[in-house]
């Protein structure tokens, strides 16, 4: 039985993530800087799966002693850690990035960067002394380097994620550990849906173009965590939405409506 820690895992792709995870006999560690949070998602969780399978830990990644005792909770709890998945993010108001005030851009960069730096440091170290595993970053928009208006900080953030996980595969090379990165595409989540709370004209428009180029979690979720599973390669991007895809959805749109929205 594989052990999974997912950071940033009390809702959203990192919630269906630790879902499907448990679907394939996991066991799975969640966590979240809230842990009210933590604790209803693992509630969640056990009314589908063996809550034996399932930890949650509170942990803020940017504070690096949180993140090693949630390696530490959840190598005792299940005797190692085989994949380590760093989803932890913010985004951030959708807006000019002057708008930004001082606490909300050290938010998104250090929760983004920093978290994930931290995290992946206490990752390579437990791994090479335990003599395996996997790392995977997720990415996001802007990790390939095409502007997004008003998520120039969080864009930016991920380009830099991009950046740091091709590092840590070169740094890794020839060591136990499979370091690699996931592309999720744009997934519909409340972190989506809350940027547009005081701008129900926006949202009115920007579900149109949602209902063409994004994607629910419990379909994306699944083909991800299989795809981790059956990885034994550094150095790959697991990619949900690739190009031919894409263009399908653009091409087919006028004739298949998709519905993403309870009330359309």
């Known amino acids: 039985?594989?052990?999974?820690?997912?950071?940033?895992?009390?809702?959203?792709?990192?919630?269906?993530?630790?879902?499907?995870?448990?679907?394939?006999?996991?066991?799975?560690?969640?966590?979240?800087?809230n842990e009210e949070r933590v604790a209803?998602?693992?509630?969640?969780?056990?009314?589908?799966?063996?809550?034996?399978?399932?930890?949650?830990?509170?942990?803020?990644?940017?504070?690096?002693?949180?993140?090693?005792?949630?390696?530490?909770?959840?190598?005792?709890?299940?005797?190692?850690?085989?994949?380590?998945?760093?989803?932890?993010g913010m985004s951030g108001p959708q807006t000019e990035v002057w708008e930004y005030s001082p606490t909300q851009v050290?938010?998104?960069?250090?929760?983004?960067?920093?978290?994930l730096i931290f995290a992946s440091q206490v990752a390579v170290k437990s791994m090479l002394q335990q003599g395996h595993g996997s790392i995977y970053n997720m990415e996001?928009?802007?990790?390939?380097?095409?502007?997004?208006?008003?998520?120039?900080?969080?864009?930016?953030?991920?380009?830099?994620?991009?950046?740091?996980?091709?590092?840590?595969?070169?740094?890794?090379?020839?060591?136990?550990?499979?370091v690699?990165?996931?592309?999720?595409?744009?997934?519909?989540?409340?972190m989506i849906k809350e940027q547009y709370l005081d701008r129900p004209e926006e949202w009115a428009r920007a579900k149109r173009i949602f209902s063409i180029i994004a994607s629910k979690v419990e379909e994306v979720a699944p083909w991800i965590v299989d795809r981790v599973l059956q990885n034994k390669n550094s150095g790959v991007c697991i990619s949900y939405m690739s190009r031919g895809k894409f263009l399908l959805r653009m091409l087919s749109s006028p004739f298949r409506r998709r519905e993403l929205f309870d009330n359309p």
Request: aromatic content about 6%; overall charge positive.
């Open 40 to 88: 209803i998602a693992s509630e969640s969780l056990s009314k589908k799966h063996d809550m034996e399978r399932i930890r949650g830990v509170a942990c803020d990644v940017r504070d690096p002693d949180q993140v090693r005792l949630l390696w530490h909770e959840a190598a005792t709890k299940f005797g190692k850690i085989d994949i380590w998945i760093n989803n932890a």
């Open 1 to 33: 039985m594989r052990s999974i820690v997912i950071t940033g895992s009390t809702r959203g792709i990192g919630f269906g993530i630790a879902d499907s995870f448990l679907e394939r006999g996991c066991s799975v560690t969640i966590s979240g800087r």
């Open 180 to 190: 690699g990165s996931i592309r999720p595409g744009m997934i519909l989540t409340d």
């Open 106 to 115: 050290r938010d998104v960069v250090e929760t983004n960067l920093i978290g």
């Open 140 to 178: 996001g928009m802007g990790s390939d380097g095409r502007m997004h208006e008003g998520l120039v900080l969080y864009g930016m953030t991920k380009y830099g994620v991009n950046y740091f996980t091709r590092g840590l595969v070169n740094e890794t090379k020839g060591s136990s550990i499979i």
